[in-house]
């Protein structure tokens, strides 16, 4: 079994942000930190992130992984997957040691322990390729001509051992930023094929279609699209498509 993550572990994400987590129900300690559980949240503000919206905080969801309980809440795991509010996956390093007699089931007398199944072994690790790498879009040029009508992206998952993945879109133009979940598209403006998040073979090809009307209404600046990719282990990796609207 992978080590409890709590509130020791450090937690970045992918901009430098250091993250500080709070447990709620705090009684159980390993090493002087609190165990955390589903549920709980944690800020990140001691080392801003830099991003444009930052990375603010992240709240604990475990993905029951474990039978490990504490007053009926799950107990979180290092492996846990973990995305910031804006949809980024966090990189959890927790280093009290841990030591696992665990089996996965009952064995009986003089029987040998069954395997762990290969979906929960570390040997996976997710892959995610968007194309183009960034697009672009003029607001006089639509305003003069009407094109283009949509502009595609396509974003390519790989795994052995899948099991989801989420779709963010991020505005970084000021003084407003704004960041918002967008893994079943906002029809008819931004279609997502296929939408929902289910991931369920090895390849998936995911496109995502924005339309010229709806691009008209974004600010100048860059407007990014990510999407992170997530296996059975609770890997994760991501990729993202930038929007550049110019005036």
């Known amino acids: 079994m992978p080590r409890v993550l709590t509130t020791n572990a450090k937690i970045l994400c992918p901009h430098g942000g250091l993250g500080t987590s709070i447990a709620t129900d705090p009684k159980w300690m390993v090493s002087g930190g609190d165990v955390l559980l589903d549920g709980d949240v944690g800020v990140i503000s001691v080392l801003p992130c830099f991003f444009i919206p930052p990375c603010a905080g992240y709240k604990l969801e475990s993905m029951k992984l474990n039978a490990?309980?504490?007053?009926?809440?799950h107990v979180m795991l290092v492996t846990d997957f973990i995305q910031s509010f804006t949809g980024f996956p966090l990189l959890i390093t927790e280093t009290h040691q841990?030591?696992?007699?665990?089996?996965?089931?009952p064995i009986p007398s003089g029987g040998t322990p069954p395997p762990t199944?290969?979906?929960?072994?570390?040997?996976?690790?997710?892959?995610?390729?968007?194309?183009?790498?960034?697009?672009?879009?003029s607001l006089s040029g639509f305003s003069t001509t009407s094109l283009p009508a949509a502009l595609p992206m396509t974003f390519t998952l790989q795994s052995?051992?899948?099991?989801?993945?989420?779709?963010?879109?991020?505005?970084?133009?000021?003084?407003?930023?704004?960041?918002?979940?967008i893994t079943n598209g906002e029809p008819p403006n931004i279609?997502?094929?296929?939408?929902?998040?289910?991931?369920?073979?090895?390849?998936?090809?995911?496109?995502?279609?924005?339309?010229?009307?709806?691009?008209?209404?974004?600010?100048?600046?860059?407007?990014?699209?990510?999407?992170?990719?997530v296996n059975?282990?609770?890997?994760?990796?991501?990729?993202?498509?930038i929007l550049i609207v110019s005036a």
């Open 68 to 73: 490990s309980r504490v007053d009926g809440r």
């Open 98 to 105: 841990a030591f696992d007699n665990s089996t996965p089931a």
């Open 117 to 137: 199944p290969p979906e929960l072994l570390e040997v996976d690790r997710p892959v995610v390729v968007a194309a183009p790498g960034t697009l672009a879009f």
């Open 160 to 181: 052995l051992f899948p099991r989801r993945w989420l779709l963010s879109m991020l505005n970084s133009p000021m003084p407003t930023p704004q960041h918002r979940e």
């Open 191 to 229: 279609v997502v094929a296929p939408s929902g998040g289910a991931w369920t073979t090895p390849a998936l090809t995911i496109t995502v279609t924005l339309t010229g009307t709806s691009m008209a209404t974004l600010a100048p600046g860059d407007h990014h699209f990510v999407l992170t990719a």
């Open 232 to 241: 059975q282990r609770g890997r994760s990796h991501f990729a993202e498509v």
